[in-house]
């Protein structure tokens, strides 16, 4: 949990923006990629990276969540100028919606054309195990209500998932001889994890995969224009499913473990888009 003034005293985004592209120098991204719990070892990657912190920018507080060092790194990937946003705002630090997607409207304000979405997930499903890969085809909120983002399209954005992107990663993914799963992921608002009892209600729901995040991102993307795609990295089969209780530590351990097949898609998707 954090206490930032940000909280009731959201950020000048346009400032933001400006001071972010100052600092990141002239050139187009071909894409923004925002890495999840113990995804973050692709920003290592980037040839001539750039590293400003979120709390560089005025009125972006720190991320404080075990895992996340919130972070922008501008750099190359494959040929590709990309933009990596390390670590995210979350729903559950008690946070309001307008920080949690104030990067993606930051992203969106530098011209950014795809967003990239990733994610640790449970898996609902006794066949969606620790390591599983999967694109998002579908969601279900149940965060909470109310889109800022997209006041002129009644609230919600029915369809934030871009079909190409979905079927490029797919295409990507049997290249790399990845098995990516075509699934729907249920966002809650955390921060504890599910009951046993949700868990089976999100089966029941058609549900596949289960975290604390990427909707609002999602949403806020497709609102804004950016064509948007999202990974999930099962860390964890969801509650109930096996015996074990539930540990942040844990899924950030299988984040990092797993993370070199989820960081191969990644590069091979990046390959794959069109130059900036
Ligand atoms: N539930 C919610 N969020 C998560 C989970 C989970 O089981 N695993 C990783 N993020």
């Known amino acids: 949990m954090t206490s930032s003034p940000a909280a009731t005293h959201p950020p000048d985004l346009e400032a933001a923006a400006a001071a972010l592209g100052g600092r990141l120098g002239a050139g187009s991204f071909a894409a923004a990629l925002v890495l999840g719990s113990g995804l973050g070892g692709l920003a290592d990657a980037l040839a001539a990276p750039v590293v400003v912190r979120f709390d560089e920018l005025p009125g972006f507080p720190r991320s404080g969540v075990a895992g996340h060092a919130g972070r922008w790194i501008a750099g190359r990937l494959e040929g590709r100028r990309i933009l990596i946003q390390a670590g995210r705002y979350h729903i559950y630090e008690g946070l309001p919606r307008e920080l949690v997607t104030a990067p993606i409207r930051i992203a969106a304000a530098l011209g950014v054309p795809v ?156 390959r794959e888009l069109p130059a900036a």
């Open 115 to 270: 967003l990239v979405l990733t994610n640790a997930a449970g898996g609902v499903r006794p066949a969606l195990g620790p390591g599983t890969l999967a694109v998002l085809v579908d969601h279900v909120d149940l965060m909470e209500g109310g889109f800022p983002e997209a006041p002129s399209r009644a609230g919600r954005a029915a369809h934030p998932y871009d079909p190409e992107l979905r079927r490029l990663a797919v295409r990507c993914a049997r290249q790399v001889g990845i098995d990516l799963q075509e699934r729907t992921y249920a966002a809650m608002r955390g921060p504890s994890y599910e009951t046993p009892a949700e868990i089976r209600m999100l089966r029941r729901l058609g549900v596949d995969l289960v975290g604390m995040s990427t909707v609002p991102e999602a949403v806020a993307g497709h609102a804004l224009g950016l064509r948007c795609l999202a990974l999930s990295l099962v860390t964890n089969w969801a509650a109930g499913i096996i015996p074990a209780p539930l540990d942040h530590a844990e899924v950030i351990d299988v984040a990092r473990k797993s993370a070199a097949n989820l960081e191969g898609l990644l590069r091979e998707i990046v």
